[in-house]
């Protein structure tokens, strides 16, 4: 069985219908990414997987653990770097305290912010935060990890750093679903690549079926990128 | 009156204004923190109770609150009181007003907090609870420190009010001894000790806001 499930997923805010009959399946190990143009619902698809939000039918089949990266980060400003990764693992998930600051050291090497241990976040550059907030995530040791465009709150040059960490992720076999508006990324890190518009799922292959496709409004969301 | 009487004895009803100050704050604090949460509850016949409690603390005389407080179980309910009454109806009337500024301070700082706080708060698997006790209150604390000081300071010369009811504060005391010596020195040694009482008020509070100043 595949380690998320989503079945017949629809969600409307008022009567805005933003999810409509959304089902899609994602395997240990895969590496989804969710493309498609700004209010086609890939960020409302994301929150309900992630009990953000409550959908209106549907299923939702998981068992595990998930984290979660934010486009603005949202770490928790008073903590310090360490205390960010490290509370919640402690007091959340009850694990013992010095196996938990060895992985949160690992981590943050893995991320290249070893000497960061002790700095608040607001001392840190927005591609830093979001290397933080990526090791605060992994600390739970989640068996999925979600990303609702890492990059998009980021200066460009700062855009590559989270991606080459994404994709040091992926090589480790690490199960992502991530949305992205960084359609080289995309093609370049997915087994599968979702195109979403207006709360469908409009195309679903992998990255070569699915930039090659000739349906219309993947090629006019694409010409929109080569432009 | 000697001078050195004059001091002895506005430092005696000094005691009595650090006393309705500090059980002041030990009570509106807290009652404004749940206040506040009336105020921002789901329910809302809470919400509207705690919206008119404030606004009623907000819209009238605090002199006038005391006054009630004080003659209310007499002229409402009938009761006669004992004599320490009025020194409990002093620090009602106070904690009931304060907890209304408080309110609406504390609300303030919570509504600043960014939801997102809270989103990742949930997907890190924190309780409503430890969320708000670890998350967002520490955050609060910072935002509202400039306000809560304001209102501090408010309170050390409000405390002179109790003289309507006439407890031995030390405005009470100062307008006695002015009185009986027909010379307002009293009342000046009196405002010298607010001011001298505010100086330590802000400078404890600078001291505050300066150890939560490890972050933005
Ligand atoms: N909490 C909400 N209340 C009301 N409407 C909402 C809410 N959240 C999202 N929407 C609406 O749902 C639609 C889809 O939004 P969503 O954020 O899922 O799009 P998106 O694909 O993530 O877009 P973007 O690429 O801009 O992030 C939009 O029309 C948006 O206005
Ligand atoms: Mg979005």
């Known amino acids: ?227 | 009156m000697m001078l050195s009487k004059v001091i002895e004895l506005l430092l005696g009803g000094m005691v009595t204004s650090i006393e309705i100050f500090l059980l002041t704050l030990l009570f509106s604090l807290p009652l404004g923190l749940i206040v506040a949460g009336g105020r921002m509850s789901r329910f809302a016949p809470l919400r509207w109770l705690a919206k008119i409690y404030i606004s009623i603390m907000r819209g009238t005389p605090l002199m006038l609150q005391l006054i009630v407080v004080f003659f209310a179980p007499y002229y409402v309910f009938g009761v006669n009181l004992s004599a320490d009454y009025r020194f409990i109806a002093v620090i009602i009337a106070f904690t009931i007003n304060y907890a209304a500024y408080f309110a609406e301070i504390y609300r303030g700082g919570i509504e600043s907090i960014n939801s997102g706080q809270y989103e990742a708060a949930q997907v890190l698997g924190y309780s409503k609870l430890e969320t708000f006790f670890i998350i967002i209150m520490p955050q609060v604390i910072k935002v509202v420190l400039p306000s809560i000081t304001n209102e501090v300071i408010t309170l050390v010369k409000d405390t002179s009010l109790s003289f309507v009811i006439a407890i031995p504060e030390m405005f009470t005391v100062a307008k006695q001894i002015a009185a009986s010596e027909a010379s307002i020195s009293a009342l000046l040694v009196a405002g010298l000790f607010y001011y001298l009482f505010n100086m330590l008020v802000a400078f404890v509070m600078e001291r505050v806001e300066a150890r939560l100043d490890y972050y933005e």
């Open chain 1, 1 to 227: 069985m595949s380690l998320l499930q989503v079945k017949n997923l629809k969600k409307s805010f008022d009567d805005n219908v933003v999810l409509k009959d959304i089902s899609l399946n994602v395997e240990k190990g895969e590496v989804l990414a969710i493309i498609g143009p700004s209010g086609s619902g890939k960020s409302t698809l994301l929150r309900c997987i992630t009990d953000l939000e409550q959908e209106d039918s549907g299923e939702i089949n998981f068992e595990g653990t998930f984290g979660l990266v934010f486009q603005n980060f949202n770490l928790f400003p008073h903590h310090s770097v360490m205390k960010n990764i490290t509370n919640a693992p402690i007091r959340v998930q009850k694990r013992d305290k010095k196996e938990v600051f060895e992985h949160a050291r690992k981590l943050l090497g893995q991320m290249g912010l070893s000497d960061k241990e002790d700095a608040y976040p607001c001392e840190l550059s927005g591609g830093q935060q979001q290397r933080v907030s990526i090791a605060r995530a992994l600390a739970m040791n989640p068996d999925i990890l979600f990303f609702d465009e890492p990059t998009s709150a980021l200066d460009p040059e700062l855009t590559g750093e989270i991606l080459t960490v994404i994709k040091d992720l992926a090589a480790q076999h690490m199960t992502m679903v991530i949305v992205t508006h960084e359609m080289a990324f995309a093609r370049n890190v997915a087994d599968t690549i979702i195109f979403m518009d207006n709360g469908v799922i409009v195309e679903e292959g992998s990255p070569d079926e699915v930039f090659s496709s000739d349906n219309q409004r993947m090629k006019d969301f694409l010409g929109k990128f080569y432009d």
